[in-house]
């Protein structure tokens, strides 16, 4: 068929747009539509015209969302960057809630790309910070069409635009060399750290040839987490080194040379929220992952972004009314332990009941101490034969304490071997600077009082009219249908109505007429999906939707009473001319 012969009338366009919004294929759809009317041959338009207007309305739609939430409030954030051929190339948004979040959770970020959208083969990008409760908080999303240095520096100056232009103290990504270039452009007083965990699962390919490499992996481990001092570090991976034969192994040399963005020693000195990885940033990828097929539009996708977003706003919510209305008892008699249950999330407070636990495996000894400063070696068991030493020094003037492990400095947290100390020293009340408003439950923050965005799809006013027609009028159609007479008179009808109609349409002519919801929804109109990656499986799991069952039913021998065959004509025919009519009118 021709392409100039070929058209899709109002109606198709509409039952394109459900379809995809119920999770169907065009394939699929397509093959609904064959099966309506009998054929290929009753159609005049073909699959790759279903195809081809689902990929426009999804980019049409995406932007339609953006403009949508923008207007519901004015706090909602977006910014895109387009081709040539107007199809995204990078996008990013943050509704309300996540801005006013980055206020007090803004302080260290994950963040992440493992994840890819499939379809358009677009990669997505989440900021990831962590809330007073210790849960997950999104705080802004991406999609880029690569991943090189430009497109970073883009995505990073506008998340920065976006949060007030204040940058967090500490970013964790992975190994992304364009991403590490990004950041040191854009954000060169923050502090970047690699994931750990990326690096340490790749010791296996990396050194999997080497004689031992199972003895190779768990040493390895040892010297990055055990080491409680930089120049322990350096002392003990030149020994691991030497003892596997690896001094010449290029992979090790480069992480060696770049050891101050990964190891603990290195870093975490400043506080990291207890993030060393950006699992959190890939555990709501791991979420979208649940709804979201290989074939899921863009649409589809901010959809769930929205579902994600108030999943974790309920988690934070029901966290915070379990911390108003109950209480953790104390595990122990320490009255320090007292101070952080008035203050503290209930989660946070559990963390600091661990370490008072902990502290019954340590054993504390004085080492020195003059003028009020006191260093303590206290070894705590972590096995019935392994004792791990860690220094602690306690300043009785500045009622200070410090530990080796760093777990305050990176945490937050009260370490087991800092409390043994100060149950040494018999110190009843710690320091305020010890308990963070970080992690606090009684303080008001302001976006608790914002919900997260949540989309309610405006339809365009043709759209919409058209809709409305089509629920009004389909009972006439099918009441008409089961007589000639009453079809005669439907028929009349409609030629009286067409014939006013093409006048008054007649008269317009020259004129247009735009509503304001008009031009705020057809600003994006233009706007194109990126080209559209080619798949080779089928998805082990696909979104469902009633049409594959009525498309499985119509392929179907079924012993049910049926319209006669003289019925049956008529009705087709009524409802070919109730098309046009309904499109005529929607245009009007």
Same mark, same amino acid.
């Given at each position: 068929?021709?392409?100039?012969?070929?058209?899709?009338?109002?109606?198709?366009?509409?039952?394109?747009?459900?379809?995809?919004?119920?999770?169907?294929?065009?394939?699929?759809?397509?093959?609904?539509?064959?099966?309506?009317?009998?054929?290929?041959?009753?159609?005049?338009?073909?699959?790759?015209?279903?195809?081809?207007?689902?990929?426009?309305?999804?980019?049409?739609?995406?932007?339609?969302?953006?403009?949508?939430?923008?207007?519901?409030?004015?706090?909602?954030?977006?910014?895109?960057?387009?081709?040539?051929?107007?199809?995204?190339?990078?996008?990013?948004?943050?509704?309300?809630?996540?801005?006013?979040?980055?206020?007090?959770?803004?302080?260290?970020?994950?963040?992440?790309?493992?994840?890819?959208?499939?379809?358009?083969?677009?990669?997505?990008?989440?900021?990831?910070?962590?809330?007073?409760?210790?849960?997950?908080?999104?705080?802004?999303?991406?999609?880029?069409?690569?991943?090189?240095?430009?497109?970073?520096?883009?995505?990073?100056?506008?998340?920065?635009?976006?949060?007030?232009?204040?940058?967090?103290?500490?970013?964790?990504?992975?190994?992304?060399?364009?991403?590490?270039?990004?950041?040191?452009?854009?954000?060169?007083?923050?502090?970047?750290?690699?994931?750990?965990?990326?690096?340490?699962?790749?010791?296996?390919?990396?050194?999997?040839?080497?004689?031992?490499?199972?003895?190779?992996?768990?040493?390895?481990?040892?010297?990055?987490?055990?080491?409680?001092?930089?120049?322990?570090?350096?002392?003990?991976?030149?020994?691991?080194?030497?003892?596997?034969?690896?001094?010449?192994?290029?992979?090790?040399?480069?992480?060696?040379?770049?050891?101050?963005?990964?190891?603990?020693?290195?870093?975490?000195?400043?506080?990291?929220?207890?993030?060393?990885?950006?699992?959190?940033?890939?555990?709501?990828?791991?979420?979208?992952?649940?709804?979201?097929?290989?074939?899921?539009?863009?649409?589809?996708?901010?959809?769930?972004?929205?579902?994600?977003?108030?999943?974790?706003?309920?988690?934070?919510?029901?966290?915070?009314? +379990?911390? !108003?209305?109950?209480?953790?008892? @104390?595990? %122990?008699?320490?009255?320090?332990? #007292?101070?952080?249950?008035? *203050? $503290?999330?209930?989660?946070?407070?559990?963390?600091?009941? +661990?370490? !008072?636990?902990?502290?019954?495996? @340590?054993? %504390?000894?004085?080492?020195?101490? #003059?003028?009020?400063?006191? *260093? $303590?070696?206290?070894?705590?068991?972590?096995?019935?034969?392994?004792?791990?030493?860690?220094?602690?020094?306690?300043?009785?003037?500045?009622?200070?304490?410090?530990?080796?492990?760093?777990?305050?400095?990176?945490?937050?947290?009260?370490?087991?071997?800092?409390?043994?100390?100060?149950?040494?020293?018999?110190?009843?009340?710690?320091?305020?600077?010890?308990?963070?408003?970080?992690?606090?439950?009684?303080?008001?923050?302001?976006?608790?009082?914002?919900?997260?965005?949540?989309?309610?799809?405006?339809?365009?006013?043709?759209?919409?009219?058209?809709?409305?027609?089509?629920?009004?009028?389909?009972?006439?159609?099918?009441?008409?249908?089961?007589?000639?007479?009453?079809?005669?008179?439907?028929?009349?009808?409609?030629?009286?109505?067409?014939?006013?109609?093409?006048?008054?349409?007649?008269?317009?002519?020259?004129?247009?007429?735009?509503?304001?919801?008009?031009?705020?929804?057809?600003?994006?109109?233009?706007?194109?999906?990126?080209?559209?990656?080619?798949?080779?499986?089928?998805?082990?799991?696909?979104?469902?939707?009633?049409?594959?069952?009525?498309?499985?039913?119509?392929?179907?021998?079924?012993?049910?009473?049926?319209?006669?065959?003289?019925?049956?004509?008529?009705?087709?025919?009524?409802?070919?001319?109730?098309?046009?009519?309904?499109?005529?009118?929607?245009?009007?």
């Amino acid at each position: 068929m021709l392409k100039q012969h070929r058209e899709l009338s109002m109606s198709i366009h509409r039952t394109i747009e459900n379809n995809e919004e119920a999770g169907s294929r065009p394939r699929k759809t397509y093959q609904s539509f064959v099966a309506a009317v009998g054929g290929h041959h009753e159609l005049n338009f073909i699959k790759k015209d279903v195809k081809n207007v689902s990929e426009q309305e999804d980019a049409n739609e995406f932007g339609k969302y953006l403009l949508r939430m923008k207007e519901k409030n004015q706090n909602f954030f977006f910014e895109l960057e387009l081709e040539e051929d107007q199809s995204i190339k990078l996008t990013f948004w943050a509704d309300a809630r996540s801005r006013a979040a980055f206020e007090y959770f803004g302080d260290v970020i994950s963040f992440d790309t493992t994840y890819n959208t499939k379809r358009y083969n677009l990669v997505c990008g989440s900021f990831v910070g962590v809330n007073h409760h210790g849960q997950s908080t999104l705080l802004g999303c991406s999609l880029m069409k690569n991943e090189e240095v430009e497109s970073f520096k883009w995505l990073f100056q506008c998340w920065l635009r976006c949060m007030g232009g204040n940058a967090p103290k500490g970013f964790l990504t992975d190994q992304c060399a364009s991403m590490k270039r990004a950041l040191e452009a854009c954000m060169p007083t923050t502090i970047h750290r690699w994931c750990i965990w990326h690096i340490m699962k790749k010791i296996p390919s990396k050194l999997n040839w080497y004689k031992g490499h199972a003895d190779i992996e768990q040493e390895m481990s040892q010297v990055v987490f055990n080491s409680h001092s930089k120049d322990s570090f350096d002392w003990n991976w030149n020994d691991f080194l030497l003892n596997f034969g690896l001094m010449e192994n290029k992979w090790l040399s480069d992480l060696y040379e770049d050891r101050h963005i990964w190891v603990p020693i290195y870093l975490d000195h400043h506080f990291w929220a207890g993030m060393r990885s950006t699992q959190r940033s890939e555990s709501m990828h791991s979420f979208f992952n649940k709804f979201i097929t290989r074939n899921s539009s863009l649409i589809q996708f901010v959809k769930q972004y929205d579902n994600c977003l108030r999943s974790r706003e309920q988690a934070e919510r029901e966290s915070d009314a +379990a911390d !108003f209305h109950t209480v953790i008892p @104390c595990a %122990t008699k320490f009255s320090i332990e #007292a101070q952080f249950q008035d *203050v $503290y999330t209930h989660q946070k407070f559990r963390e600091v009941q +661990a370490q !008072f636990r902990g502290k019954a495996n @340590c054993i %504390t000894r004085l080492t020195n101490s #003059a003028l009020g400063y006191s *260093v $303590y070696e206290v070894g705590e068991q972590v096995s019935s034969s392994i004792f791990n030493k860690f220094v602690v020094t306690y300043d009785s003037v500045a009622a200070e304490v410090k530990c080796q492990c760093l777990l305050f400095e990176s945490r937050g947290i009260l370490c087991r071997h800092a409390l043994s100390v100060l149950s040494f020293e018999q110190v009843s009340q710690v320091s305020p600077r010890y308990i963070l408003e970080r992690w606090s439950k009684k303080v008001k923050r302001r976006h608790t009082h914002i919900k997260s965005s949540h989309d309610e799809p405006l339809m365009e006013p043709r759209s919409k009219r058209f809709d409305q027609l089509v629920f009004r009028l389909q009972n006439i159609c099918e009441f008409a249908s089961e007589s000639e007479e009453l079809t005669a008179i439907l028929h009349r009808a409609y030629d009286n109505v067409m014939a006013e109609m093409e006048s008054l349409k007649a008269k317009r002519k020259g004129t247009s007429s735009l509503s304001h919801e008009d031009a705020n929804l057809e600003s994006v109109n233009e706007l194109q999906s990126p080209p559209r990656i080619r798949t080779r499986e089928r998805p082990k799991n696909r979104l469902g939707s009633k049409l594959d069952k009525h498309i499985a039913n119509a392929t179907k021998k079924k012993k049910t009473k049926v319209l006669s065959e003289v019925k049956v004509m008529f009705f087709k025919f009524v409802v070919i001319e109730f098309i046009f009519l309904v499109n005529s009118l929607a245009n009007m």
